[in-house]
């Protein structure tokens, strides 16, 4: 096989020279003796185009030599362009493999040979002269290309057989059709002279390392002897190093649940005009991502004839989803995870606006494997149903960004189901796990962890609240054309309002039954963040805005002490510090 190399059309020569250090001649001399005798350059008496060269120590001791083609050639070539194949295409297509070969191409690049029109661009400058490369190298910005484009030429039609660059993975449904395709393989590869490393190939085997993944029946487990560096790693004292480490673990975040959320900390440290301080939560973080890797799962192979489902969720950080197959027991086994980071514009939305923006994303993320074919969506977000319900229309007073999300949908095939929080997969970004600090900050005194009410409390009340119980029906089943006065208030904000725990919420906030609103209102201002302001004693645990009774409870307390009125610094006792809680109502939503 032989390749041409195009160069543009404003090309013009190059040529660089760098001297080879005194002590690696001797090897570099060897190493170019041996190239010349096995024909893989030939020395020129002189050349337009000329790269230097770079020695490289070999594990065995060994140097070896490649040109810096870099600013000589690749910056006047035309640089051939054909798509990689991704690895988690590859793994895609092991569905019912049940043992696995690997073959390994040996110098891959250079069993392709250079048309003579282009191998005066190959020429290297040394110490011994000029050389020319008859075959290509690595190195040269089109060679992946190239190589890339005839390995799948050559092996197209065969099933069961990948190829990512030097490398190809062949499996079978059953031995004999495995012992087929590698036949089938080995025979192309003959005919085109391509010849292979037999120490690093492995015939049928029921496991296998194939880009740093362990390979079986069963699915893709992680390679336990790649990741030791990030287990190993220690914390990271720069921005530079956070990247780093940030870098190796992302290599298996498809393993690693609610990843996103984890990082938040140290996500943080990364963005613009952001100060390093390596604090306890990124310590906590640091620690709690390793502790992910250690306990990452196995994902199973994606396989067309298996049902898909796909489990969303959505937290004041992040957003998570899983893919998972429904096995022939009925259990669930992942395929992939994912999560990500929301921007500062996405964390300002309301809960119903994050959920939906979870779901969305998590179609676009997994789109290769949700496409044309039927699956199911999992939401612990009621709402979700009526609005997206493939067999229900959206109501025209549905918020314009979630009738744009609907209309997206309209191209898949899905059903939408409810699954509460506690069952769907992983509580993907439900529960934080940051740590919660105390501070000596005497304005972190306005806050308390103390559990004044449980969820299990509040949902009694609520059940006892006729106008309550009537909007969680809504909430859960749907809104009717026309409410009554009383429930208007309500109706206004029924694309923010959700179910949790049966306890009715407004986005952080709890709509707190009227039983309860004395009481509450007593022990806001008599607590350990008491004398703050009228406004912020308001907002410390209520409700939304239509119910008046708690907040004039409040007005008054707060009118009729002196202390409330002072200066906020000086309007409430210091008191011991408690601990800043990591969202609002923790103290609420809180089950024991």
């Keep these: 096989m032989t390749v041409r190399l195009k160069l543009k059309p404003d090309a013009h020569r190059r040529f660089k020279v760098r001297t080879v250090p005194f002590a690696l001649r001797a090897g570099v001399d060897a190493e170019l003796i041996r190239l010349e005798e096995q024909g893989v350059i030939s020395k020129v008496e002189r050349s337009a185009w000329a790269s230097p060269i770079v020695p490289v120590k070999k594990s065995n001791g060994e140097l070896g030599i490649c040109g810096d083609f870099r600013m000589v050639l690749n910056s006047q070539l035309e640089v051939d362009q054909y798509p990689l194949p991704r690895v988690d295409d590859i793994f895609a297509s092991l569905a019912g493999g049940q043992k696995f070969t690997k073959i390994d191409l040996r110098q891959a690049y250079l069993q392709f040979e250079v048309h003579p029109s282009s191998r005066k661009y190959l020429t290297i400058n040394t110490h011994r002269g000029l050389y020319e490369y008859n075959r290509m190298v690595f190195g040269i910005a089109s060679a992946p290309a190239i190589w890339q484009r005839k390995m799948d030429d050559i092996l197209a039609d065969i099933p069961f057989t990948q190829c990512l660059l030097d490398d190809m993975l062949i499996t079978g449904r059953t031995d004999q059709e495995h012992k ?85 900390p140290l996500h943080k440290l990364l963005e613009k005009h952001s100060r390093w301080d390596w604090s306890a939560k990124c310590q906590h973080a640091f620690e709690s991502s390793k502790r992910k890797r250690l306990v990452s799962r196995m994902l199973v192979h994606y396989d067309l004839q298996k049902p898909l489902t796909l489990a969303c969720d959505a937290s004041p950080y992040g957003l998570g989803t899983v893919l998972s197959h429904i096995l ?265």
């Design 328 to 592: 022939p027991d009925g259990s669930e086994k992942p395929v992939a995870f994912a999560s990500r980071s929301l921007t500062k514009t996405e964390s300002n939305y309301s809960q119903i606006d994050k959920e939906a923006l979870a779901l969305i994303w998590a179609i676009r993320k997994f789109h290769l494997y949700l496409y044309g074919r039927e699956f199911t969506i999992l939401t612990d977000h009621k709402p979700l149903l009526q609005i997206f319900s493939p067999d229900k229309g959206i109501s025209q007073t549905t918020a314009a960004r979630l009738q744009r999300y609907a209309l997206f949908l309209g191209a898949y095939s899905y059903r939408i189901q409810y699954r509460s929080h506690d069952a769907n997969a992983d509580a993907m970004s439900r529960l934080t796990e940051l740590p919660l600090q105390s501070t000596p900050s005497v304005r972190s005194c306005r806050y308390t962890t103390s559990h004044l009410l449980t969820s299990r409390e509040m949902a009694a009340h609520t059940v006892k609240d006729t106008l309550l119980t009537n909007v969680l029906t809504f909430i859960r089943d749907g809104w009717p054309a026309t409410v009554s006065q009383e429930h208007e208030p309500y109706y206004r904000k029924q694309m923010e309002l959700f179910v949790k725990d049966n306890c009715g919420l407004w986005g952080d906030r709890v709509v707190i039954p009227k039983t309860l609103q004395r009481h509450l209102g007593l022990a806001t201002y008599w607590s350990p963040w008491n004398h703050v302001d009228e406004t912020e004693s308001k907002g410390l645990c209520v409700v939304a805005e239509h119910r008046c009774r708690y907040h004039s409870i409040c007005q008054c307390l707060c009118r009729m002490c002196t202390n409330c009125q002072r200066p906020s610094e000086d309007a409430f006792n210091p008191g011991l510090g408690p601990r800043f809680p990591g969202f609002a109502f923790t103290w609420i939503l809180r089950v024991p």
């Design 180 to 264: 087929q395709n590698v036949e089938l393989v080995l025979q192309r590869l003959q005919d085109q002279g391509l010849k292979v490393n037999l120490t690093k190939c492995k015939f049928m085997v029921p496991k296998l390392e194939f880009c740093g993944h362990l390979v079986d029946a069963e699915g893709i487990h992680t390679a336990e002897d790649k990741v030791d560096a990030l287990v190993k790693a220690p914390a990271p004292t720069s921005v530079h190093q956070l990247r780093s480490y940030l870098g190796l673990l992302n290599y298996y975040n498809k393993f690693l649940p609610d990843l996103a959320h984890t990082l938040f």
